[in-house]
């Protein structure tokens, strides 16, 4: 592989979307992997944009048929990422960013081991998060609880990622993603070693 891929994890509400489609705008070469789920499209999301929306049978089928990166059940829905887009950018040399739950980057890490930087993105306390979900306006009050309660078992995989987030002041946690997507870039793991050696000693 000629690229690199950067993983953002953390509990809905965090600000994941916002963070990274700001990042993303300021680097260069990037390509965000967009998610298929089976969840019904929400008010102003795009499809092609904010996700892939596909059936459960269609879900299904794509799992038989190993077209999924990883997948996970969550909330009753199937997300999961397709694996063939991502391969074609990475051999185009781009920096490939993931938002995928603590399962799928789990499933990530062991796919494509170190060529993976992740960071998990989350808010200074749970009430923080709560206020954020009720204040979103897309959730019943169950859902959030189940988003709650899953944001808890979340917390405790922090130490399988390489960075830690808290968004309390969004420019501030914007400047520190910004750098490590571009640390991210510059992993020797992510590099052509035999070829940039090679070139840099002109061979």
């Known amino acids: 592989m000629k690229g690199s891929i950067l993983v953002i994890s953390g509990p809905s509400g965090s600000g994941k979307s916002t963070l990274m489609h700001e990042m993303m705008k300021r680097i260069d070469d990037t390509y965000f992997s967009i998610s298929t789920t089976t969840r019904e499209k929400r008010e102003g999301e795009i499809e092609g944009k904010d996700y892939l929306y596909i059936s459960k ?37 781009k920096m490939v960013v993931f938002d995928i739950d603590v399962q799928g980057h789990k499933i990530a890490k062991e796919k494509f081991g170190n060529i993976i930087t992740s960071v998990f993105l989350t808010t200074p306390s749970q009430q923080v998060l709560k206020d954020r979900l009720i204040q979103r306006g897309t959730d019943s009050s169950e859902s959030i609880e189940k988003r709650l309660n899953n944001a808890i078992s979340e917390m405790t995989r922090v130490k399988e990622y390489n960075y830690i987030l808290i968004n309390d002041y969004f420019e501030k ?16 793991a992510s590099l052509n070693t035999e070829q940039f050696i090679s070139s840099w000693a002109n061979m």
């Open 57 to 93: 049978d269609e879900f299904r089928q794509g799992i038989e048929e190993g077209n999924f990166l990883e997948w996970a059940r969550v909330h009753d829905n199937y997300y999961g990422t397709s694996l063939k887009p991502i391969l074609k950018e990475l051999n185009l040399g």
């Open 173 to 188: 946690t914007l400047e520190d993603l910004i750098s490590i997507a571009h640390a991210s870039k510059n992993r020797v």
